[in-house]
């Protein structure tokens, strides 16, 4: 199976999982045993979209890795790169590296760990010093949030810096 199979066979495996377990789900509410065949839906739907792999290194398609540190990370994605993470295999653009700047990427990974960090410790905290507080633990994940939806639809700071901007003019 080429990779463009692959990646189309994990895309229609998806949209039936969610169709599938929005209509258990759904059905849940008259005969609530459905809801573990919302489940067992989950499991296979998981399973075997771990099961594509790339054809050439047989890495998994929808696994990518992350050096964060110094320490690499790995983790499942919803959607897949048109190239393997691992060999480069594919079609496409060569990386993220190459189609998103150094500065929106900081950005995209200080957005992140403030959405992790108010939305768990935020309002654990903010009940103990004091409860008027909570609405803050609450709203600055919220704007975070819509500030890395926009910064992922292309909405945001530019390509350049300022001064590559000013040499150009």
């Known amino acids: 199976m080429t990779r ?12 039936g999982w969610a169709a599938s377990a929005l209509a258990f789900t759904l059905a849940a509410a008259a005969y609530p045993w459905l809801l573990a065949l919302a489940f067992g839906a989950t499991i296979v739907a998981g399973v075997w979209v771990m099961l594509l792999r790339c054809e050439r290194c047989g890495y998994p398609i929808y696994q990518k890795t ?5 320490a690499e990370f790995t983790f499942w994605v919803g959607r897949p790169s048109r190239r393997c993470a691992k060999c480069g295999h594919g079609e496409g653009p060569t990386g993220v590296e190459e189609s998103v700047p150094a500065a929106v990427r900081r950005i995209r990974v200080v957005l992140v760990f403030l959405i992790v960090v108010n939305i768990v410790g935020g ?3 903010a009940q103990r010093v004091d409860p008027r507080f909570v609405w803050v633990a609450i709203i600055v994940p919220g704007v975070c949030l819509i500030l890395l939806a926009l910064s992922l639809l ?10 590559d901007r000013r040499a150009s003019s």
Do not use: K, N, Q
């Not at 992350?66 to 110094?70: D, K, P, Q, R, W």
């Not at 292309?154 to 001064?163: D, F, I, L, N």
């Open 4 to 15: 463009r199979e692959a990646i189309r066979t994990g895309r229609f495996i998806l949209l």
């Open 66 to 70: 992350v050096s964060i540190a110094g």
């Open 154 to 163: 292309g909405v945001g700071p530019r390509s350049g810096s300022r001064t």
């Open 123 to 125: 309002i654990g905290l």
